[in-house]
C-alpha cells in the first residue's frame, strides 16, 4: 500500500511547546503515524508517513493550533514504510545553527519562487550557496553553487565568516532541502550585515516537483532524510542506497569500494572505523540478517535538516529540510 510522506516546519514562538508532547506522540499513535516531529520554542519540525487518511488528520489536529494554522506541507509518496517509529521529541532549536543571532522569527531572507530560481541563481553577481552538508551536496546540487563542506549545519557560520563578505557579494542566494536551514541561514547572513539574501522557497524538494527536466538547473539526486535515501526529477525515488554506518548515500560504484562492507562501512566511514565501532556495526549487521534489526531508519533515522538522521532538514526537509 502507497505511503504518503509529509515534510512540514514552522518558525513560530510556542512557549508551551513541552506541553504538546505526549498530546502530540498520542495522537499520532492513534493514527498509525511513524515518523519524527520536533518540538522547540522557535517552532516545529517533523517528517512523517502513514495513509491518506492518517496524514489529513494528523495535520488537522497540528493546524488546530492557532499558532500552526497556517503550517505548510510537502508531500510525497512511496510504497514502502520509510520510518520503523514514531518520535516525538523536544529540542533547543528545531534546527541545529547554534547561533542565537538567527531567529526567523524576527527576520528571513526574500523568498524565491522555484519558477523565478533559474534567474536568479544565472546572474553572475549573485553568489548561489548550498548550505547543506558535504555527504549531501556530492550527490546533488545547483548549477554554480558554492559547496562550504560543512560536516554538520552547525559549521556554516564559520563558513560565512571565512568565506564571505557583505561589502563583496552584495546578492547571495542559499538552498536547502526542504527550506528550513535557510530561514535559519538567510536570518544569520542578514544579522551579519548582508542586505539582498534571497532563499529558494519550498527547497531543493518543490523545485524538483514543480520545474520540468527540460528548464532544470538541478545536477544529480537530492539527499532526503527518509529510507527513500535520495530523490530525482519529479520527486521520483534515486539511485543512492544508505550506508548503515555512517548514514550518508552510497553510489554503485561505493558498493564496489574495497572499503563498502554491507552495514559496516562505505568509503566515506572507512578510514575513521575504529575496531570498538566495528564491532557495534558488526552486532548491529548480525541482528539485521536474524530480522530484528530491521532496515526501518537506516542509521539513527528521523526525519531531517540537521546533518544527521535526525528530524533535521526535510521539512525540511520538515525534519528533514525535506522539510524539511
Known amino acids: 500500500m502507497n505511503q504518503v510522506v509529509a515534510t512540514f516546519y514552522k518558525f513560530v514562538k510556542l512557549p508551551d ?22 518540538l522547540a ?22 493546524r488546530a493550533d492557532p499558532h500552526l494554522a497556517d503550517l505548510e506541507a510537502k508531500e510525497s509518496y512511496t510504497t514502502a514504510p520509510p520510518f520503523e517509529r514514531l518520535k516525538v521529541r523536544l529540542k ?34 549573485v553568489v548561489v ?5 558535504d555527504y549531501e551536496v556530492k550527490i546533488g546540487t545547483f548549477k554554480r553553487a558554492k559547496n ?23 546578492k547571495v542566494a542559499l538552498f536547502c532541502t526542504g527550506g528550513i536551514r535557510c530561514e535559519k541561514a538567510t536570518s544569520y547572513l542578514l544579522s551579519q550585515g548582508f542586505e539582498e539574501v534571497y532563499h529558494l522557497k519550498g527547497g531543493i524538494l518543490k523545485y524538483l516537483e514543480t520545474i520540468p527536466a527540460a528548464e532544470s538547473l538541478w545536477e544529480g539526486e537530492c539527499f532526503v532524510f527518509d529510507e527513500r535515501v535520495a530523490v530525482q526529477q519529479g520527486l521520483a525515488e534515486g539511485t543512492y ?48 540478517r536474524r530480522g530484528s534489526g530491521g532496515a526501518g ?16 532538514e526535510q521539512g525540511s526537509g520538515g525534519a528533514g529540510e525535506q522539510g524539511r
Open 241 to 288: 542506497q544508505q550506508c548503515l554506518s555512517c548514514g550518508h548515500p552510497i553510489s554503485e560504484a561505493d558498493q564496489a569500494s574495497p572499503k563498502y562492507e554491507e552495514g559496516i562501512s562505505c568509503p566515506d566511514c572507512f578510514d575513521s572505523l575504529t575496531p570498538e565501532k566495528k564491532a557495534r556495526q558488526e552486532e548491529r549487521q548480525r541482528q539485521r
Open 297 to 312: 531508519e537506516q542509521g539513527s533515522g528521523g526525519a531531517g535538516e540537521q546533518g544527521s538522521r535526525g528530524a533535521g
Open 17 to 38: 511547546f513541552a506541553e504538546k508532547k505526549e498530546l502530540l506522540l498520542s495522537y499520532c499513535q492513534q493514527q498509525g503515524i511513524k515518523g519524527t516531529i520536533l
Open 148 to 170: 562550504p563542506q560543512t560536516e554538520s549545519f552547525r559549521e556554516f557560520p564559520d563558513y560565512v565568516q571565512n568565506h564571505l563578505d557583505p561589502t563583496q557579494h552584495q
Open 92 to 125: 533547543k532549536e528545531i534546527v541545529s545553527l547554534g547561533v542565537s543571532e538567527a531567529d526567523p522569527t524576527q527576520q528571513v531572507g526574500t523568498y524565491v519562487s522555484p519558477q523565478e530560481w533559474n534567474d536568479l541563481i544565472d546572474d553572475p553577481e
Open 41 to 62: 520554542e522557535e517552532g516545529i519540525n517533523g517528517t512523517i508517513a502513514g495513509s491518506r487518511l492518517a496524514i489529513d488528520a494528523t495535520l488537522a489536529f497540528l
Open 129 to 133: 550557496v548550498d548550505t547543506r552538508n
